[in-house]
């Protein structure tokens, strides 16, 4: 069973940093594009960021480019967001999603995890 | 960047009704078009992949079409446990831009 677990989320100050954490299992990690999406509290999905299967590709919405970095370890099939410089804009609930892949895949995001809420205030 | 429109924003609906929801694209986005459900406090959940192609598991009573700028999600016969946020996504090119969703409630 394909499963997407995210932690890391927590109160921080404006300025401070967190890092989110979302540990995969049930399927062949390495293998697979992966998603970062968050939503704020009552509004819609806003996509963050992307990295390709392998780590040396990635991908940021202008709204956290500069201040966010995706990563991932696929020996400890994990992928990571590491964010910086916080603002009260960012307070969200994060996804991570795995992304599909292959001809007529849509390159769709077909499994996602529960979330884990990030809160910037002082 | 390409934007989502999605409308309605919202619609009241019966159980058993046809509801339709419409989506566009700024630009031509092929195919690369797909749909989410999400129910409050859940994540969201892969409905319709590639425009038109249903994921597994999911009811045949939803069904996409369209393909360019304009899109379609149809429910054919709604049932209570459709009664959700849907969302469309282009994945054409980054950022991988969302609609704004639409809110379908009970009438």
């Known amino acids: 069973e394909v499963q997407l677990v995210e932690s890391g989320g927590g109160l921080v100050q404006p300025g401070g940093s967190l890092r989110l954490s979302c540990a995969a299992s049930g399927f062949t990690f390495s293998s697979y594009w992966m998603h970062w999406v968050r939503q704020a509290p009552g509004k819609g999905l806003v996509w963050v960021s992307r990295?390709?299967?392998?780590?040396?590709?990635?991908n940021y919405a202008d709204s956290v480019k500069g201040r966010f970095t995706i990563s991932r370890d696929n020996a400890k099939n994990t992928l990571y967001l590491q964010m910086n410089s916080l603002r009260a804009e960012d307070t969200a609930v994060y996804y991570c999603a795995r992304a599909t892949y292959g001809d007529n895949s849509g390159r769709a995001l077909d499994y996602w995890g529960q979330g884990t809420l990030a809160t910037v205030s002082s | 960047d390409i934007q989502m429109t999605q409308s309605p924003s919202s619609l009241s609906a019966s159980v058993g009704d046809r509801v339709t929801i419409t989506c566009r694209a700024s630009?031509?986005?092929?195919?690369?078009l797909n749909w989410y459900q999400q129910k409050p406090g859940k994540a969201p959940k892969l409905l319709i992949y590639?425009?038109?192609s249903l994921q597994s598991g999911v009811p045949s009573r939803f069904s996409g079409s369209g393909s360019g700028t304009d899109f379609t999600l149809t429910i054919s016969s709604l049932q209570p446990e459709d009664f959700a946020t849907y969302y469309c996504q282009q994945t054409y090119s980054t950022p991988r831009t969302f609609g704004q969703g639409t809110n379908v409630e009970i009438k």
């Open positions: 990295i390709n299967s392998d780590g040396s590709a990635t």
């Open positions: 590639a425009a038109s």
């Open positions: 630009q031509s986005i092929s195919s690369y």
